[in-house]
């Protein structure tokens, strides 16, 4: 059980550092379109990022601390991941291929002036966040269901008067 916890560790410390770089680069244009005074209703995929990636980095910090109740998250996990996975469809829709094929990432970039880069960035970090969570919700069904067997194996022999 323990490579469980410590999993669930790593998960959780992936799933905040993938949501704050995701809230970073997103954040930032956003900022930038702000100065231009665009209108809000074509930037909502993008706020609906922000929020996605706001609420992931809050519930990862709480989830982060090595407790056993955070395997039992598992639907809000699942629940979080179908959330990346909506904002990550968003992104490629609105990508559209102008900046090359989805997955080609070999020019991905955190910083600097390209843009396409940029926006792979934003949607490598969204498919990777998704998949993180889906894996901790497994990781918790499969421990929730491991201690569920574990408690009804003793219920059955401590009442036996074999």
Sequence with gaps: MAIMQIAGMVLRAAELA????????????????HKLRVDSWPLAR??????VAAIAIFFALIWLLPFSS???NYPFDFFISILWFIAFGLLVHYEDG????????????????????RWKAVIAFSFLSAICWLVSAIIGMLWVRDRQTRRYERRRWRGSRV
Excluded: K, P, Q
Excluded at 46 to 51: A, K, L, Q, R
Excluded at 98 to 117: K, N, Y
């Design 70 to 72: 955070s395997f039992t």
């Design 18 to 33: 993938f949501g704050a770089i995701v809230a970073g680069i997103n954040g930032s244009y956003l900022h930038d379109m």
């Design 98 to 117: 102008s900046c090359g094929a989805i997955f080609d990432w070999s020019d991905v970039t955190i910083r600097g002036a390209s843009v396409c880069g």
């Design 46 to 51: 993008f706020i609906y990022t922000e929020v």
